[in-house]
Nanobody
C-alpha cells in the first residue's frame, strides 16, 4: 500500500503558475504508475495527466497540453505537476493517484488504486 499527500495548491491570477507535489510513502514508489486528476464543484473527477513508472512516457488531457507538465523523482518519491498559463477553468481540487495494475499509463480513474486527499487550486483575478 502507498500513502499519498498532495501540496502546493493555492490561489493565483490567470496566466500565473503553480507547482503541485505529491509525496508517496509506503511501498516502492517506482512500482506505481502515477496520475493527476481534478474535480470542480458539481462535476466528476477528471483526468489531467499521467506518467509511467520510470518517467519516460506521459499523457495529458487536451485542455492542459502544452501548459502542464507531469514529472516524477523516484529517489525522493514525489510526483509533480507544473502548471503554467493557468486559466479560471483550471480551478479545482487536484488529486494524485497511484496504480499498481496499469502497464504504461492510464487516463481512467478506475485503474488507480490509491488516492491522496487533494489540494485546492483557485485561478481568479
Amino acid at each position: 500500500q502507498v500513502h499519498l499527500v498532495e501540496s502546493g495548491g493555492g490561489s493565483v491570477q490567470p496566466g500565473g503558475s503553480l507547482k503541485l507535489s505529491c509525496a508517496a510513502s509506503g511501498r516502492t514508489f517506482s512500482n506505481y504508475v502515477m496520475g493527476w486528476f481534478r474535480q470542480s464543484p458539481g462535476k466528476e473527477r477528471d483526468f489531467v495527466a499521467t506518467i509511467d513508472r520510470i518517467g519516460h512516457s506521459t499523457k495529458y488531457v487536451d485542455s492542459v497540453e502544452g501548459r502542464f507538465t507531469i514529472s516524477r523523482d523516484n529517489v525522493k518519491n514525489i510526483v509533480y505537476l507544473q502548471m503554467d498559463t493557468l486559466k479560471p477553468e483550471d480551478t479545482a481540487v487536484y488529486y494524485c493517484a497511484a496504480s499498481e495494475r496499469v502497464i504504461g499509463t492510464s487516463m481512467f480513474s478506475s485503474r488507480y488504486d490509491y488516492w491522496g486527499k487533494g489540494t485546492l487550486v483557485t485561478v481568479s483575478s
